[in-house]
């Protein structure tokens, strides 16, 4: 008779929050959100890094450019400090005289 008088415990699937009830369903969900964050969360390093150096390298693009056009300059400059005449009037604005020259120097000159 002890078979008649044992109850069977069985699970119910309508009864939600039954103490000692694993829910799997929800245990993979939340199991698969935190792999999402962690993956997540790994890809914010690189990211910010990334935006770091892309700003970087355009600072550097518009330094590059500014100095390539500061070379043209100064190279246009040499090719005419090259020819003999541009050297010798740039060295008379400074004063200076050729060898076997005499210089002269006017003084209180009015207009």
């Known amino acids: 008779m002890a078979s008649i ?4 415990i069985r699970p119910t699937g309508g009864s ?4 000692g ?3 799997w369903d929800r245990v ?3 199991a698969l959100l935190a792999t999402l964050l ?3 969360a790994l890809y914010i390093s690189p990211a910010r890094s990334y935006i770091t ?4 390298a355009a600072d550097h693009h ?5 100095l390539e056009k500061e070379n043209a300059r100064l190279k246009a400059r040499e090719r005419e400090l090259r020819n003999p005449r541009t050297l010798e009037q740039a060295a008379r ?3 200076m005289v050729e060898q076997g020259e005499r210089a002269y120097v006017i003084e209180n000159l009015r207009r």
């Open 5 to 8: 008088t044992q109850a069977r």
């Open 16 to 19: 939600r929050g039954a103490p």
């Open 21 to 23: 009830r694993i829910r």
């Open 28 to 30: 993979g969900r939340y």
């Open 38 to 40: 962690a993956i997540l």
């Open 53 to 56: 150096q892309r700003g970087t």
């Open 62 to 66: 518009a330094e590059v450019v500014t």
């Open 93 to 95: 604005r400074l004063g």
